[in-house]
């Protein structure tokens, strides 16, 4: 049997990188997985490499998406919140629309799935777990030009709090996960961003990221989805209202 053997779970952000691992490893390990995201390129990969994973285009900012999966789908054991963003900056190149965009997609999108999708869980008694990822760029660490970003996965740890206090004693379990920096299509894409902000060349911007990781390297979306996948099981039952720090060391 595997370790979510028969759990119906949601993933969002399926498309790519970390919720992409994530989907393919829950599902290898029995789960199964309802893969969405807006890029349909993306899930039509996903479902060449397991055929077994279900997929759905949805856009995590459209509530009556949102809602229209919760109600097809009923009672879930695992939600996986995985969209995000990140935009780049301090608080004086912020402007009102990225700071917006950054909290609608990384902390009010996970508010709406929370909200449509746990009814249900708590009507089927079978308890379950909400993961919800945030980042080490957070209130466990600040980056430079990381502003909006950060104080929105700071937000997001608040989240996770306040939903494990309200409904862990009736068997909902919420943790976030707080990476440092994942080689992920996302993040070759911000390499290239900066680097045409900043004059400098790929390769200089690639390292000074691996720089900033005491063990010498970025992580691997494989090893994201690892904790995801134990957040998920019966194994991490004990565990609720947590913040895992998965970040080569770099908050140490």
Known sequence: MGRVQDKIIVVTGAAAGIGQASALMLSSEGGTVWATDVNADGLTELRRQDGRIRTMEMDVLQDKNIKALAQQLGAIDVLFNCAGYVVTGSVLECSDEEWDFSFDVNVKSMFRT?????????????????????SVVSSTKGAPNRFAYGASKAAVIGLTKSISADFSPVGIRCNAICPATVATPSFQQRVADQAIQSGESEEKVHADFVGRQPLGRLGKPQEIAALVTYLASDESSFMTGTTQIIDAGWSG
Do not use: T
Request: glycine share 10%; no cysteine; net charge positive.
């Open 114 to 134: 929370i909200r449509a999708f746990l009814p249900a869980m708590l009507q089927s008694e079978r308890g379950g777990s909400i993961i919800n990822m945030a």
